[in-house]
């Protein structure tokens, strides 16, 4: 099928322009066509804008083992609603996603329910090393150094260094110093106030951690990413490694991300939301929230994703320190920032280098995180001047609850495709729409960080 859509405020590469964009079966044939091109389909876009669907690349959909939180269908759904087109899920399922043929059990999974495009990270243990140097089909390999569940916790050096040393794709980590985490929670031990998390995963636990990683990398030469960065500390650590690359030609090895709830709730708002606001990392205070900015805008932080970590809202309710950490978010990402963008925060074209083009290139996808001819027809048409009240009734995601539930935020997705297919559209899902297994040529090293 072949769609002409006109008269759009199209992000591209090199900037915002209104032109029209053709899509012919699963992808972009051209840019700034002729306004009278042939097509099955024509959409006028006038006062709309057309983004390149979100990436996100850190996400816990929970299926297998978990299901009563969040499922591949459910959650897919909540991706198309949102504007997301593509994710890559983490290991931590039940069981963990730890040898090769778990890993294409839950790939098999996702092309019989979801309706978007997929990856999963495969998970490291002390003791799989074999595994990981064999894995295929994966954005790369996901260690728990700290906040892990079952046997995926890594935090003895020798482990680590055999992991950075011995393996090839790219990795990734949770970074929170395990030692420091238990020796606070002994100090806390008792206190039934939620806020104490944020002293239990505190600051020396972030820094250590993610210092340690980045050592990691730069003596093996290895190709890192920072997930979910939440403190001022850390920002600067990733700042002072980008200024030691300033003097040389190399490329770099360490790349990073923020998330919403890191980037707009800090301590402040624990009294409000309780333990709805519990996740790992910890939130933070509001001079880390105005830091993690800065990094993003400085280019120290390369990409936003939403660490999507449902659970019931009745696990949620359990008395602190019983409950269980993360929130949902996938489906009101993009919305948040481009809330922002509407505040003067940020730009429209940082957000889709955020959420879109740098997350392709890190992990280092084909043909997506842009919209040029020939990449995949993974579309976003936003309305940026639509206000809308995120409401937990309405949410996607099976545990219908969100942090933002009685905000208005001003810019939303209106209409979503995958690989030319048209997913979501007037707050409806299409069922039929399935999407593909990303593929990673990380033979390119990295292309993020090329001009092209």
Known sequence: MKTLIKNAQVVLPAGLVQTNVVVDGPRIAEVDAAIQTRADEVIDAGGLHLLPGVIDDQVHFREPG???????????????????????????????????????????????????????????????????????????IKIFIGSSTGDLLVDEQEALERIFAETTLPITAHCEDEATVRANAARFAGVADVAVH????????????????????????????????????????????????????????????????????????????????????????????????????????????????????????????HSPSGMPNVENSLALMLNEVNRGRCTLQQVVRWMCDAPARTWDIVGKGRIAPGYDADLVLVDMNLARTVRNEEQFAKCRWSAWHGAELTGWPVRTWVRGQEAFRDGRIDETVRGAEAQFDHARGGSWATAD
């Open 66 to 140: 978990l299901a009563h939180k969040e499922d591949l269908r459910t959650a897919s759904r909540a991706c198309a609603k949102g504007g997301v087109t593509t994710f890559l899920e983490m290991p931590n399922t039940v069981p963990a996603a730890t040898t090769q043929r778990l890993l294409d059990d839950k790939r098999r999974l996702g092309a019989e329910k979801s309706s978007v495009n997929y990856g999963f990270y495969i998970g490291a243990t002390p003791h799989n090393i074999d595994e990981l140097r064999r894995a295929r089909n994966t954005p790369g």
């Open 198 to 321: 944020s002293q239990i995963r505190d600051v020396a636990a972030a820094t250590i951690a993610t210092r340690r990683a980045i050592d990691l990398a730069v003596r093996h030469r290895r190709r890192f990413h920072v997930l979910h960065v939440s403190t001022a500390a850390e920002a600067e650590l990733l700042g002072q490694y980008y200024a030691s690359l300033a003097a040389s030609s190399a490329r770099p090895l360490v790349t990073a991300e923020a998330c919403p709830h890191h980037l707009l709730l800090n301590v402040d708002d624990y009294w409000r939301l309780g333990t709805l606001a519990q996740m790992n990392p910890s939130l933070k205070t509001a001079d880390d929230n105005r830091a993690l900015w800065r990094a993003l805008a400085d280019g120290c932080i390369q990409v936003v994703a939403t660490d999507h970590a449902p659970h019931t809202l009745q696990e949620k309710a359990r008395p602190y320190p």
